[in-house]
């Protein structure tokens, strides 16, 4: 836990050296989110964002690396795993609305990805398509039905 929190502290410091400011309120809501700690109606009302808002990344542009390294290709819905604002793991969505037992299908693979990749990374089902992520949706309320193209 020690090495997790010295990774955050430096995250945090290099995205402050750097006037990324949106990322550092990005990762505290995430660590407060991990630790279902709560952020008051105040705090909240002072972010000057959408609440429908969520880029866990620091681009959604993905470079070729990338792409290659996690076979990004499909267009359509990922889960990512990511760690310090960076894709640690990423998996085609397998399923579809039309899917007999759709919800729970969803349910036991969120279930199993998250434990395969860990408490450390942050969980999300994003859409991709020519290269971007144009769509991030946490993943404990991820609706892949939700996004019409």
């Known amino acids: 836990m020690k090495q ?3 990774t955050f502290r430096e995250s945090l410091m290099l995205a402050l050296d750097e006037d990324r400011h ?6 505290i ?6 630790r279902q700690l ?17 880029q ?6 993905l470079t ?6 996690f076979d990004i290709r ?3 819905w990922h889960i990512i795993a990511v760690q310090s604002c960076r894709i640690a793991g990423a998996e085609l969505f397998p399923f579809t609305v039309k899917d007999p037992d759709y919800r729970e299908r969803i349910e036991d693979y969120v279930g199993s990805l998250s434990k395969y990749y860990g408490d450390e990374s942050d969980m999300f089902g994003a859409y991709h398509r020519g290269g971007m ?3 991030f949706q946490h993943l404990h309320e991820f609706r892949p039905e939700c996004r019409h193209d």
Not at 22 to 27: K, S
Not at 64 to 69: A, L
Request: some cysteine.
């Open 4 to 6: 997790l929190d010295d």
């Open 29 to 34: 809501a995430n660590r407060l989110r991990s």
């Open 22 to 27: 949106d990322d550092l309120v990005l990762m």
């Open 74 to 76: 499909d267009n359509g």
């Open 64 to 69: 070729q690396s990338e792409i290659q390294t």
């Open 133 to 135: 992520f144009l769509d």
């Open 56 to 61: 866990p990344l620091c681009t959604n542009r």
């Open 38 to 54: 709560v952020v008051s109606k105040h705090a909240r009302a002072a972010l000057p964002v959408n609440k429908d808002l969520c």
